[in-house]
């Protein structure tokens, strides 16, 4: 599905990082492997630190901290929130939804929109698209998306595949209406028939929590996890990406009459190094033009890689003046989704401690 | 330059692979052994192996293996 928007930008961004930080050496001796064989992975995939919540910690936790933070700086106010996008994977709640646990807990003006969105890796730019369009209403304002994922909780510490680049974190980005013309092009895709390739089996109602689903098995390579914890088809992921992604960019960068050398930055969901640098090597475009560092610094926080990549590698060139941005999303659903878009420049951009 | 084999051997010094013709079935390789592996055939071969051909089935055995390697060799 394509999308086309004007008048739309995003005019701020707050990265909120726990400030329990991990390291994958540590961490070895918790995986049923060689160390040498964990050194290696280590180089190839990028892991070394991840920040992980200390404690049950939970989303709105995360993002209420983040919200406090800017009513205190004035960079936000409380009145201007006309409505709030939450999206996350790891709710406080079944019920009720996080946004309405974060408008209770700041104190929000009782005419606002909220809402929860329960989408993952693609999740920036599916709240980005929700903003765009809840702009449209007249009476709306200003939009404050939030991203944020504790799935750390949710993840076996003997998992190979999955701990070492887990990381915690919640984003805010402020999104309001432009003078400026310029198109934003998107596009969104998904195929629900390929969701068992990034799930967590147990804990819905499909398949409640209970003693079974808590035991941890061997998954015939060594790592051992639970039903309810997160599971990932690292082979199937992987390949989805590779085969989805680049197809998807140059039919967006088509559209919008871009070409790769248009683009100042491809700002991708950040899943790990290898995964980056072999769609950069597919599309020629160079690593210089597409971070890849945040799994190794943070972790992948899901939802919130995209706004972190930004405030960690880019703040001030988006703060002076700002860039031409391709963003790309993809994973749980399975979903993916890109846009291309001028970033900047923002009145603030920041990455800070929990 | 290393060979295939002695590429697999640092990654899994506990395996003859030339004993085998089903790599991942027989548990001689998971999936991020391949990754260890692709990385180091294209540092090792000068070659760049797409995102799309890292596929099971191209790492099935040494044949295949070297098949893979070849395509991009020839390139």
Known sequence: MNFTFSHRKITGLLAIVPANERSFTDEMANFNFPIARSLKLKMVMGYDKHRIVDGPVCASDLACFGMEYLFDKGLLSRDDCDALIVVTQSPDYFMPPTSSVIQGRLRLKQDIFCLDINQGCAGFLVGLIEAFLLLHEPSIQKVVLINVDVLSRKTSSKDRNSYPLIGDAASITIVERSDNSRPIHANFKMDGSRRDALTIPAGGFRLPSSPETAVLEDDGENNLRAKDHLRMDGSGVFNFVQVEVPPMVRDLLQRAQATFEDVDYFLFHQPNRFMLQKLADAMGVPYAKMPSNIVENYGNSSGVTIPMAIAHNLRQVVLDGGINACLAGFGVGLTWASMLMRLGPLSFCELIDF | ?75
């Open chain 2, 1 to 75: 330059m290393k060979t295939i084999e002695e590429l697999l051997r640092e990654i899994r010094p506990e395996f003859d692979f030339t004993a085998s013709n089903d790599l991942i079935g027989d548990g001689m390789l998971d999936s991020y052994d391949v990754v260890t592996l692709v990385s180091e055939l294209d540092r090792n071969f000068g070659i760049c192996i797409a995102g799309v051909d890292i596929l099971p089935e191209h790492f099935q055995n040494l044949a295949s293996i070297q098949t893979l390697v070849r395509k991009y060799t020839a390139l």
